[in-house]
């Protein structure tokens, strides 16, 4: 019995863990699909970058971890927004085709990318000794940076939410998310939010994939690898919200940790049947805002 608890115990933990981590990279995809309706399939590959930045700049520049991680958010939210102004502005009314056929594009061509300047091999995420230690906790022992994820993550979210529930930027956004034509109407400038939304979003995204690149393997193919977990999180959890996504990314980490737990053999199956069933139940998921 104690053993049993001891692993549903494990699973908890670390499946809560790593649905920390695909919230973080996924709810500025579900945010900016919903407001700005672009079907951004390359939104993993923010989350490559941030996880590339982190380990260059542990590994070659010996760069302190807390600020390797900020460099993550900074450097790949800037980086979005040059893309914003680029290219992403020429596709915002774009059919839904071609923006899937555009985003695809830009995940091959960073895929190309992150080959030639780092190879095909897996990056190693050199962590300072004070997160390779064990947390204590109730007599058990836990791996001190997977306690480091579920707690800055937690506080990460929690000023999220309160800056889209409290503050003017995420009044906007939320009435842009309900009624994009009225949000225009009352002299909401939506290219302005579009661009500082998307950034905080990529930002975000790269800040998941340099805090998650431990437990996510950062290598080019990442964003084909990782892209169907990102769209279950934003289908289950529903377009434009920021709880549903969060509730479905746990739901998703548990049950992925659990399956490759004691049923390995199934892989990542059970994940996809429960997905499907939350989609015929809910077809704009848990907490959707529109169609």
């Known amino acids: 019995m104690d053993s049993f608890f001891a692993a549903i115990v494990s699973v908890l933990f670390y499946g809560v863990a790593y649905g920390m981590v695909l919230y973080v990279i996924s709810v500025g995809l579900s945010i900016t699909m919903g407001m700005m309706g672009i079907a951004n399939l390359a939104h993993g590959v923010f989350a490559m970058c941030g996880g590339y930045i982190l380990v260059t700049a542990l590994a070659k520049y010996q760069i302190p971890f807390p600020i390797a991680l900020a460099l993550s958010f900074l450097i790949v939210a800037f980086f979005s927004v040059f893309l914003d102004r680029l290219l992403y502005k020429h596709i915002y009314d774009a059919p839904e085709l071609e923006q899937v056929l ?78 994009r034509a009225m949000a225009q109407s009352i002299g909401i400038n939506t290219k302005l939010l579009f661009s500082i939304t998307f950034a905080v979003g990529s930002g975000l995204a790269g800040m998941g994939g340099a805090l998650g690149a431990e437990i996510i393997a950062i290598q080019p193919t990442y964003p084909f690898e990782q892209l169907v977990f990102f769209l279950i999180v934003v289908s289950v959890g529903g377009l434009g919200s920021l709880k549903g996504p969060f509730f479905a990314a746990l739901l998703i980490g548990v049950l992925d940790t659990a399956c490759k737990y004691w049923i390995p053999e199934v892989g990542a199956f059970f994940i996809y049947i429960v997905t499907i069933g939350i989609l015929l139940w809910r077809p704009l998921g848990l907490m959707g805002k529109r169609a």
């Open 102 to 179: 555009f985003s695809i594009a830009l995940i091959f061509i960073s895929i190309a990318l992150a080959r030639l300047i780092y190879g095909t091999l897996q990056q190693p995420v050199m962590l300072p000794e004070y997160l390779k230690d064990q947390f204590t906790f109730l007599g058990r022992d836990f791996p001190a940076y997977r306690v480091f994820i579920i707690v800055f993550s937690a506080v990460l979210i929690a000023a999220l939410w309160f800056g889209v529930e409290n503050t003017k930027w995420g009044a906007m956004v939320r009435a842009t998310v309900d009624n």
